[in-house]
């Protein structure tokens, strides 16, 4: 059974390109959250996607911005890029079905530099 | 105040010792809470929920206080391979949702 994965695993991009980061969940998860960690900092929450909709979204700009598709797998897009957006980009998937917060399962990440 | 406050450390312990990490939290009405392990320059991986009453796995013990607004970590017989950073977690909805926010975590190095 295949857990989160996500691609590519590295990333180096130019300040003011757009990048695209993919994430497929966890066999039977349909929900995809994304997130940003910067060096010696937590996991930052970007947005989520369930059903093919952005659910909810944290404290990003609307540079930040993403899709699920019908296969629940997800992308991330982010427009003219910043010298701080170089993070680990991390997707992790849950079951939204169950009733209590579930824990998510999270891919090896996307470390994106920007120069 | 922040949403999630962990002290950073590192705690640094000689093996076979007790360690302990609190996490504070700021939301009285959040609804679940998670120990997450992070290994350096790895995706966190999910360590034990943590429930009202307490659980224990093996050397690793959480514990919720919801009257104060923590929660914490117990390892005992700390191993060398428990060396990482421990990151809480904390959800504030029921239901599925993951709008989670994780405190900056606790790095752990366990000396032999």
């Known amino acids: 059974d295949a857990g989160v994965t996500q691609s590519p695993t590295h990333l180096i991009k130019t300040r003011g390109q757009q990048v695209t980061l993919r994430c497929s969940p966890k066999?039977?998860?349909?929900?995809v959250s994304w997130y940003q960690q910067a060096l010696g900092q937590g996991p930052q929450f970007i947005f989520q996607?369930?059903?093919?909709?952005?659910?909810q979204r944290g404290n990003f700009p609307d540079r930040f911005s993403g899709h699920q598709f019908p296969n629940y797998s997800s992308e991330l897009n982010v427009n003219a890029l910043l010298l701080g957006d170089s993070a680990l980009y991390l997707c992790?998937?849950?079951?939204?079905?169950?009733?209590?917060?579930?824990?998510?399962?999270f891919g090896q990440g996307t470390r994106l530099t920007v120069v | 105040r922040k949403e999630v406050e962990q002290d950073p450390g590192p705690f640094n312990v000689p093996e076979g010792a007790t360690v302990a990490f609190n996490c504070t939290y700021s939301?009285?009405?959040?609804?679940?809470f998670f120990w997450y392990r992070q290994d350096c320059r790895k995706e966190p991986k999910l360590l034990m929920s943590?429930?009202?009453s307490g659980n224990e796995d093996g050397r690793f013990t959480a514990q919720l206080n919801r009257a104060s607004q923590y929660i914490s970590l117990l390892i005992r017989d700390s191993k060398l391979s428990d060396s990482a950073t421990y990151l809480c977690?904390?959800?504030?909805?029921?239901?599925?949702?993951?709008?989670?926010?994780f405190g900056t975590g606790t790095k752990l190095q366990v000396i032999p």
């Open positions: 992790a998937s849950s079951l939204s079905s169950r009733l209590l917060g579930t824990e998510a399962f």
């Open positions: 066999s039977g998860h349909d929900t």
């Open positions: 996607y369930y059903e093919e909709e952005e659910r």
């Open positions: 939301n009285s009405a959040s609804q679940s």
């Open positions: 943590v429930y009202s």
């Open positions: 977690v904390v959800n504030p909805y029921g239901g599925g949702y993951q709008k989670v926010t």
